[in-house]
Nanobody
């Protein structure tokens, strides 16, 4: 059974930071690019950040970000721990959404709520 389990969401004030984590089944983590999506109320799910699996070493490969989060969010992965992270800095109220971990645009986590509000 393939599983992606997210954690780290919560309530944070504007300008604050959160780090999301996603632990994946070992069988998929070494194969697929890992992605973070988000879905705000009444809006379509959007791709926030992507990291390819990389070729060597413990880290990942290439990254790509939505324009709305460039310079504020950082995606990283630890292949030894089967974990992908999303470091979110300088958070804005418009970042409020349910954030989903995704593997290869095939497998999905259950989502974790991020609320940015004063």
């Amino acid at each position: 059974q393939v599983q992606l389990v997210e954690s780290g969401g919560g309530l944070v004030q504007p300008g604050g930071s959160l780090r999301l984590s996603c632990v994946a089944s070992g069988s998929i983590f070494s194969i697929y690019a890992m992605n973070w999506y988000r879905q705000a109320p009444g809006k379509q799910r959007e791709l926030v950040a992507t990291m390819t699996r990389g070729v060597t070493g413990n880290g990942g490969g290439k990254t790509n970000y939505a324009d709305s989060v460039k310079g504020r969010f950082i995606i990283s992965r630890d292949n030894a721990k089967n974990t992908v992270y999303l470091q979110m800095n300088s958070l804005k109220p418009e970042d409020t959404a349910v954030y989903y971990c995704n593997a290869g645009n095939i497998y999905w986590g259950q989502g974790t709520q991020v609320t940015v509000s004063s």
